[in-house]
Nanobody, 130 residues
Framework: VQLVESGGGLVQPGGSLRLSCAASGRTGDIFATTWFRQAPGEEREGVASILSGPPRSSIQRYYSGSVRGRFTISRDNVKKIVVLEMNNLKVEDTGIYYC????????????????????WGQGIQVTVSS
């Protein structure tokens, strides 16, 4: 699977950004798509994940505690895009955001863990600053 992120940039605290992850290749094997982020000097952390499945099935989404209520992850199965809507952004949301996909079945905790994901995008910068 090949992944390309877009939509990053500079925004003031309290603002919003929309990130997109476009997938190509063997997308039918994807179990979960997760957005990770990495701040300078910090480890990469999972922030939002969405499981793959039939379009009309119940959509399963998971969020880290630091973004729950502010970020929303969604998918468009036809366009093969996963979107991360980020609202009420904080300075601590600054970092490089990566989209990743995994094909193995995972636990709820596992969908936010880097070792479960085989394919990664190149990353995109998000800066929250006044």
């Amino acid at each position: 699977v090949q992944l390309v992120e877009s939509g990053g940039g500079l925004v003031q605290p309290g603002g919003s950004l929309r990130l997109s992850c476009a997938a190509s290749g063997r997308t039918g094997d994807i179990f979960a798509t997760t957005w990770f982020r990495q701040a300078p000097g910090e480890e990469r952390e999972g922030v939002a994940s969405i499981l793959s499945g039939p379009p009309r099935s119940s959509i399963q989404r998971y969020y880290s505690g630091s973004v729950r209520g502010r970020f929303t992850i969604s998918r468009d199965n036809v366009k093969k895009i996963v979107v991360l809507e980020m609202n009420n952004l904080k300075v601590e949301d600054t970092g490089i955001y990566y989209c990743a996909t995994g094909t193995r079945e995972m636990t709820i905790a596992g969908v936010l863990e880097t070792q479960n994901f085989e394919s990664w995008g190149q990353g995109i910068q998000v800066t929250v600053s006044s």
